[in-house]
């Protein structure tokens, strides 16, 4: 009886958002069928990537510009994110056990590169709270907001919560302007030859798939030389970030957001800042 009834339960979610499903399934085939792009500007190589024209065309459909997808079903979309992320995080677990001895030749040193997280909280968390964003901030600022960032805000905070909009706010962001920005990033470093190629390699790791191989492609062509250690060098870093990065947010980048949030907020937000200059001019009056 009770298998019948979640049955039920499975066909009548399915009737209730079939125009959902369906429409997700006709934007993959399409960015599919647009496939990957390769842009050349000068030394960088600009990488479009399938999923970046999905963003656009899910985007031109939702009820602010086109209107075909209703409030209902973005909601309801918005809680499937972390449903397709889920076979992302079992493979870096599956990485992360098969993977281990090369981690350990590879050396501490990619490791050192989650700090830059800290770099993030401080510079990013007071500039959104002076924007007047909230609890938003906490989500958008803890970390890089790849998948598995995403994943871990949902679970902990929930996929409606406001930390989860804040993560999902720069996840798409990287998406949109990330890869672009990387390949261009990459060989504007690369220009001033501060840094070694295999460096800059390490440094293209930042748990996102789709930016790594960006940096990577762009640093490839720039240093053919290096090109294979490059793009051994740049997987190793994505896979250590996706690894390591997780139980740095989990347990150093998010509790010290959370502590910055609480402290910054009442001094620098302009909605407190209004509301307490409101209560001393009555107070003065």
């Known amino acids: 009886m009770e298998k019948t009834n979640q049955t039920k339960s499975v066909w009548g979610e399915i009737k209730e958002n079939y125009r959902l499903y369906l429409s997700a399934l006709l934007i993959v085939l399409i960015a599919e069928l647009i496939g990957t792009k390769k842009i050349q500007a000068g030394s960088a190589l600009i990488v479009i990537y399938p999923m970046l ?14 209107g075909f997808f209703k409030e209902k079903e973005t909601k309801k979309a ?21 993977n281990l001895p090369k ?3 590879v050396g501490p040193a990619l490791a050192f590169q989650e700090l830059g997280h800290v770099g993030t909280i401080i510079f990013a968390l007071p500039i959104a709270l002076l924007l007047g964003i909230k609890k938003e901030a906490i989500g958008a600022t803890s970390s890089t907001c790849r998948d598995k960032d995403y994943g871990l805000i949902c679970h902990l905070y929930g996929a409606d919560s406001a930390e989860a909009r804040g993560a999902l706010s720069i996840y798409i962001i990287g998406f949109l302007i990330g890869t672009i920005y990387i390949g261009f990033l990459a060989s504007i470093v690369a220009a001033t030859h501060l840094f070694h190629p295999l460096a800059l390699a ?25 090109a ?15 690894i390591i990065g997780i139980y740095f947010t ?8 959370k502590k910055l949030y609480f402290w910054l907020e009442p001094r620098i937000s302009p909605k407190r800042t209004r509301a307490t200059t409101t209560v001393n001019v009555r107070k003065a009056g």
């Open 78 to 98: 918005s809680s499937l994110v972390l449903v397709a992320i889920a076979p992302f995080m079992a493979k870096i677990g599956v990485l992360a056990g098969s």
């Open 250 to 257: 989990l347990f150093i980048s998010l509790p010290l957001t």
């Open 202 to 226: 390490m440094a293209s790791g930042v748990g996102s798939g789709v930016m790594m191989a960006a940096a990577s492609s762009t640093l490839a062509t720039i240093y053919p030389h290096y």
């Open 53 to 66: 024209f999905a963003i656009i065309i899910s985007v031109l459909l939702g009820r602010d510009l086109l």
């Open 103 to 105: 981690l350990v030749d």
């Open 228 to 242: 294979d250690q490059i793009v051994m060098l740049a997987g190793a870093s994505d896979m250590l970030s996706a």
